[in-house]
């Protein structure tokens, strides 16, 4: 037992380590900061080996999500407000996010943490203040669950599109027991507590003969970040690092400098010269179809 501890940790540490420097940011964490609301959904773009796991097994640059839960003050259930001071001895006036992370669990962080990381807000349309401090209220009632582990390789193995062994067989995905579970992931927490008060975030849809249409909730177990990203019930909030509130025209954007494209950078982005050569061909294009048309013009005149 003891060997397999070490193994599982060992393992662990492995899949946790970042693989991937922190570049410029993204996104304006500052705004984000100012706007976010409790029981807004954040989504992290990681850059640890699960992180990479993820995001290849669900096409999609998200690989953690988190639920914003405020202030201390934010929470109107003395209970809850207690719990949460109970997992979290920092700043009264910290804001505070409840996320489940590989090798420690379901545990309360500040939002700063995530300053300098890719981040979007996922903000759950039409929720009423009552219901949202539901939401939260069940988030906080996760805390110090384990990280399921388990569930993110059988995640991986239900997504690929070719297995050796069928989908179902040995899962832990089909075996959903709300309220006995004693490990999570990340978004499976978050998408319980959103169930637990009926807001859907990717439900199915069908008719029904009474009454139209029924909603049926997808199994939490198979939501990923992305799947909040997806989700018609959720605003998308961006604030990029480079907004037009600072620059009044797109156009007056930094495109130009001696900045040099690295690695397999240079793969997915243009240079500044290739972007030059673009628009010397399009002035060239340009230049073509003007001719043409005054030639076409001449030839017109001359036949009449």
């Not at 501890?5 to 662990?12: E, P, R, V």
């Not at 050796?164 to 959903?176: D, N």
């Not at 049926?216 to 992305?226: G, M, V």
Request: a negative charge.
């Amino acid at each position: 037992m003891n060997l397999f501890k070490m193994m599982a940790g060992c393992l662990t540490n492995w899949l946790s380590h970042d693989v991937q420097e922190k570049g410029i940011p993204l996104c304006d964490f500052e705004r984000i900061r100012h706007e976010v609301k409790p029981c807004d959904v954040l989504l992290v773009t990681g850059r640890s080996r699960v992180s990479q796991v993820i995001k290849q097994t669900t096409q999609s640059p998200w690989s953690h999500a988190m639920l914003y839960i405020g202030r201390l003050h934010d929470i109107e259930d003395d209970r809850v407000r207690q719990a949460v001071s109970k997992s979290y001895d920092g700043s009264f006036d910290e804001q505070l996010v409840i996320e489940s992370e590989l090798g420690i669990g379901t545990e309360i962080q500040p939002l700063k943490k995530y300053q300098g990381e890719h981040l979007r807000i996922c903000r759950p349309k039409g929720l009423c203040y009552q219901d949202s401090q539901k939401v939260i209220h069940y988030a906080v009632s996760r805390l110090g669950m384990d990280y399921n582990v388990r569930q993110i390789l059988d995640l991986a193995r239900f997504f690929f599109p070719y297995s050796f062994l069928p989908r179902r067989l040995g899962s832990s995905l089909f075996q959903y027991s709300p309220g006995q579970e004693t490990k999570t992931v990340c978004s499976t927490m978050i998408a319980e507590a959103f169930s637990f008060i009926h807001f859907p975030i990717l439900p199915l849809v069908k008719h029904d003969g009474e009454s139209g249409v029924q909603l049926f909730q997808r199994n939490p177990k198979l939501c990923t970040p992305r799947d909040f990203d997806y989700s018609p019930y959720f605003q998308i909030i961006k604030y990029p690092f480079l907004d037009y509130s600072h620059h009044s025209d797109y156009r007056l954007l930094p495109w130009h400098g001696r900045g040099v494209l690295e690695g397999r950078e240079a793969d997915f982005y243009m240079s500044s010269q290739q972007i030059e050569q673009l628009q010397q061909e399009g002035n060239l294009s340009e230049q073509i179809v003007e001719a043409g048309v005054v030639e076409g013009t001449d030839k017109e005149v001359g036949g009449n």
